[in-house]
Structure formats: structure tokens, C-alpha cells
């Protein structure tokens, strides 16, 4: 997730808008997270945050950003905020800790492994994920 890719990936997307939200560092410019909104899926209310950019255990920044991924899309008229997270990974427990809650879903990890020491077994306990790495978002 570098900025070539997130600028492909995101800015430069030509059909869906999205909004980059960022963090940084107490008196300096220097990033400390960012997060990328989608307001709106089709003609439905619903915010989905599509990418987390929060090194892990930097929680006063991702509890800030969170909160203000929430206001953001409260103000634009969404009124849910979504996410997609390895139920271990450390954005999904933050979640949990903020009061949202694990919804099923219809979408299923897939992968394609060319390497045998990597089974899928291992890749669904480590690989992390974002709505962003799908097609749908």
C-alpha cells in the first residue's frame, strides 16, 4: 500500500469517489495513519471504511482517526460505517472495543497459492484484508 498503488487504487479511481482521511503527528507533518471512506454503496446510506493505514498498537491515533471516520460519515447522511477485517486483526478488535459488532457475510476469502510451504489455512491466519483488496468496493 504505497502511494503508487493507493493512488491507483483510490484517487484515481474513475467511478467511484472516495474520501482519504488522515492523521499526523503532533506538531509535525510527518503521517501518523490514514483511512479511505466510500459514502455510499449504490442508493444505500451505508459508509464502508475500505482501507486502514494504523501501525498496529498506535491506538490513540486509530481511536482518533476512527472517531473521525464516524463524524465524516455521519455528516454526509450515512448511518452505518462497515468494515472488513481478519476477525484477528488488530483494526477488528479496536472495533469491537468502539461497540461495533461481527456481521456474516456473503463474501468469502479466496486465494490462489503457487508456493506449498503457504496453505490457505496459514494465509486465513495471517493475511490482512480490507474491503479495499476486493472488486466490490
Not at 50 to 63: E, H, I, K, R
Request: some cysteine; hydrophobic content about 40%.
Amino acid at each position: 500500500r504505497d502511494s503508487r498503488y493507493l493512488n491507483w487504487r483510490y484517487a484515481d479511481c474513475p467511478d467511484v469517489r472516495y474520501t482519504l482521511l488522515t492523521a499526523r503527528r503532533w506538531f509535525g507533518a510527518d503521517l501518523a495513519g490514514a483511512a479511505i471512506l466510500r459514502l455510499g454503496v449504490g442508493d444505500q446510506p451505508i459508509g464502508c471504511l475500505v482501507d486502514w493505514l494504523v501501525p498496529d498498537g498506535a491506538t490513540p491515533v486509530a481511536q482518533a482517526l476512527l472517531a473521525y471516520c464516524e463524524t465524516v460519515a455521519r455528516e454526509a447522511g450515512m448511518t452505518q460505517l462497515q468494515a472488513w477485517f481478519p476477525p484477528s486483526a488488530w483494526p477488528a478488535q479496536l472495533l469491537l472495543q468502539r461497540g461495533y459488532r461481527p456481521e456474516p457475510t456473503p463474501y468469502h476469502l479466496v486465494a490462489l497459492t503457487k508456493v506449498p510451504e503457504i496453505s490457505l489455512e496459514w494465509v486465513n491466519a495471517h493475511w490482512y484484508y480490507t474491503m479495499g483488496d476486493s472488486d466490490i468496493y
